[in-house]
């Protein structure tokens, strides 16, 4: 009786300091699981029992029945994951932004192979945009197309066929009001975010992720929305809550998380510029006074020809 007083009191020890990192819907489950456990059961050895005896997809509810069949399904790690993008690329990648490469083909692996995942071209058209504006500035301009050649191949993605989507969602999107890609993201019309809704709307498992964020930024940009955080924050709200039906929390941090690094970023290649543009001033000055040197001793030498030429004419008269 006292162990199983002491095991209630630690767990609910816990669940209180996990209060400062998660929702209360995540600590009611954790209550939940507790209880089901066995700490709050009258026979402890029971819950021992149901855990020895867990089989692996033999639940009984619709997220066990769909994706069952994966069941034992070899997936790589990440660290092999990278291990791989490091070996496909050939070349090491620049100091600046290896902690950043590490995390994309990080995130992006985990995102493929999770069982929920599902490609379209709005998750399509956020890696690009993702891609272009954090490999803007690069210094080898030569090795940013092997990088995200050899992200996508490390995480089993299709390169071409990305781009593809990518690039024919955002031809749609041109000329495009927000108000027509909010009915499209309701599943109106024949458009290519249509089907994507209506795929949405119908699966109760499904993934958001990062890419999927951005994408809807990329659409805002193109209808006309103010490229900052607190005018895309309403419309990501609107998007993903009233015509997605999903929540909207994530993909307003992530647009707050975008416009952080895209600001960061552009201070970065505004203060380049900077650089650059002195860089050039001091170079051409540098120039000009080798030019000045250079004429005053032409000059220089010019008359020194003409007095050797006078003394030789004097010498011979």
Not at 173 to 194: F, H, Q, T
Request: proline share 2%; with cysteine.
């Amino acid at each position: 009786m006292n162990f199983k007083c002491t095991s209630l009191i630690a767990a609910l020890a816990i669940s209180s300091t996990c209060a400062f990192t998660t929702s209360s819907n995540s600590r009611a489950f954790y209550r939940n699981n507790v209880i089901l456990s066995g700490l709050a059961d009258d026979d402890i050895e029971s819950a021992i029992k149901r855990a020895a005896e867990y089989t692996p997809g033999a639940a009984q509810t619709s997220f066990a029945e769909r994706f069952r069949h994966l069941k034992g399904t070899e997936v790589k790690t990440v660290g092999e994951a990278f291990a791989e993008f490091t070996k496909i690329l050939g070349t090491p990648i620049n100091a600046l932004y290896k902690n950043m490469m590490t995390d994309i083909v990080g995130t992006t692996h985990l995102t493929v192979v999770n069982a929920r995942f599902v490609r379209d071209p709005v998750w399509s058209l956020g890696m690009i945009t993702a891609l272009d504006l954090l490999l803007k500035n690069y210094p080898e301009k030569e090795t940013t197309g092997r990088i995200i050649s050899a992200l996508f191949e490390c995480c089993g993605l299709d390169e071409q066929a990305v781009r593809s989507e990518a690039a024919a969602l955002k031809e749609w999107a041109v000329g495009k009001s927000r108000e027509e890609i909010a009915a499209a993201l309701r599943g109106e019309g024949d458009g290519p975010i249509a089907p994507i809704a209506k795929a949405a709307k119908g699966d109760e498992f499904w993934m958001y992720s990062r890419f999927f964020g951005i994408g809807l930024i990329s659409l805002m940009e193109d209808c006309g929305v103010e490229m900052n955080a607190d005018d895309v924050y309403p419309v990501m709200e609107d998007w993903m809550t009233n015509c997605l039906g999903k929540s909207h929390f994530t993909a307003c941090s992530d647009s707050d998380t975008y416009f952080k690094i895209k600001g960061k970023l552009d201070m970065m290649e505004t203060m380049m510029k900077e650089i650059e543009i002195r860089e050039k001033k001091r170079m051409a000055q540098r120039l000009e006074e080798k030019a000045e040197a250079a004429l005053r001793k032409a000059e220089r030498d010019a008359e020194m020809a003409k007095e050797i030429e006078k003394e030789a004419a004097g010498k011979e008269s």
